[in-house]
């Protein structure tokens, strides 16, 4: 089945620190990738949304210029947290759809960053 | 309005049965997809199953079927012969229309965990 690499897994870092989250899709190209944000025990929240070639498009209540989006090629994303707080701290995981016109298509998810500030 | 409710925050099943995990959803497109995750402690995010609007028939995959219940606007998720790797968090998530790049809306969870 189709696979989504995301990394690193997980990333511990000063506050202040900026950190790069990278999703690939594998084995096939994705226009558009997803990013989500899940706090423990809760939901995925989803973040932003990301074309390749094109600005991303951004959740409300999500601060672009905190949460860099770069979607340059069909098989990669990437998030950039810009200098990261504790509150930031969270698990952050993409997903990417296969190309196809049917809604059937699952969302292919990375195994997720979990994000550690301190 | 929630889009997706998941009514069951945390269920309980012994080794072997079967369980349901509950699900309805809101929308007013008449073309969505209906998908199930399973999330384990480790974090990524498994494709269980899948049910479209237009579907006749419920969706199986294995161990797992979907109660599909349009006019209650419902998507329950039934796994057959509970095992211990199934405890887990299970998220319902939504896809409306036909758009290729529509993105899912998820549920708030259930976790499931199976008792030996």
């Known amino acids: 089945g189709a696979v989504v690499s995301q990394h690193p897994s997980r990333v511990i870092c000063k506050s202040g620190t900026s950190v790069k989250i990278e999703c690939r899709s594998l084995?096939?190209?994705?226009?558009?990738m997803f990013w989500y944000r899940q706090f423990p025990k809760q939901s995925l929240m989803l973040m932003a949304t990301s074309n390749e070639g094109s600005k991303a498009t951004y959740e409300q209540g999500v601060e672009k210029d905190k949460f860099l989006i770069n979607h340059a090629s069909l098989t990669l994303s990437t998030l950039t947290v810009t200098s990261a707080h504790p509150e930031d701290s969270s698990f952050y995981i993409c997903?990417?759809?296969?190309?196809?016109?049917?809604?059937?298509?699952?969302?292919?998810f990375g195994d997720g960053t979990r994000l550690s500030i301190l | 309005a929630q889009k997706i409710t998941q009514t069951q925050p945390g269920m309980f099943v012994q080794e072997k049965e079967a369980v349901t995990l509950d699900c309805t959803y809101d929308t007013s497109d008449p073309s969505y997809g209906l998908f199930w995750y399973k999330q384990p402690s480790s974090g990524e995010m498994i494709f269980l199953i899948y049910?479209?609007?237009?579907?006749?028939q419920n969706a199986t995959e294995g161990r797992y079927s979907l109660n599909f219940q349009k006019a209650r606007k419902s998507a329950n998720l039934v796994i057959s012969a509970s095992q211990l790797g199934d405890s887990a968090m299970y998220f319902c998530a939504m896809r409306e229309g036909r758009n290729y790049g529509q993105n899912f809306v998820f549920g708030p969870g259930t976790r499931l965990s199976v008792l030996p």
């Open positions: 084995d096939f190209q994705a226009t558009t």
């Open positions: 997903s990417a759809k296969q190309p196809g016109p049917s809604s059937g298509q699952p969302q292919h």
């Open positions: 049910q479209g609007s237009y579907d006749q």
